[in-house]
C-alpha cells in the first residue's frame, strides 16, 4: 500500500480501490495500520469536505524504499495488481 501511496498521483480511497480491487474497507483497515510498522503517511485536504484529499507518504520507517522499488512488479503481482 505505501508503494501505491508513493507511485499514484493524488492517492485517495477511491484511486487504490481502483487500482488494486481491494474493498473500501480494506484500503482503510490497511491504511490505518500502516503506522504501527512504522510506515508513515499524511493526509493532504484537499477540499470543502471532511475526507477530500489524497495521501502522502512521508516516511518508509525501517523498510528500505529503495528495495521496495526494485521489486515493485513482484510485490504488486503477489497481491493481485499491475504496478
Do not use: C
Not at 508513493?6 to 484511486?15: A, F, G, I, Y
Not at 500502516?34 to 484537499?46: A, M, T
Request: hydrophobic fraction near 40%; avoid cysteine; glycine fraction near 8%.
Amino acid at each position: 500500500m505505501a508503494l501505491l501511496v508513493e507511485n499514484l498521483e493524488r492517492p485517495n480511497v477511491p484511486k487504490l480501490i481502483e487500482k488494486t480491487g481491494w474493498p473500501r474497507r480494506t484500503i482503510q483497515d490497511v491504511l490505518k495500520a500502516l503506522p504501527g510498522i512504522g510506515i508513515e503517511l499524511i493526509f493532504v485536504q484537499d477540499g470543502r469536505r471532511h475526507n477530500d484529499g489524497y495521501y502522502q507518504l512521508s516516511d518508509w520507517g525501517p523498510f528500505d524504499s529503495q528495495w521496495v522499488l526494485d521489486r515493485e512488479r513482484d510485490i504488486a503481482s503477489s497481491l493481485g495488481f499491475r504496478a
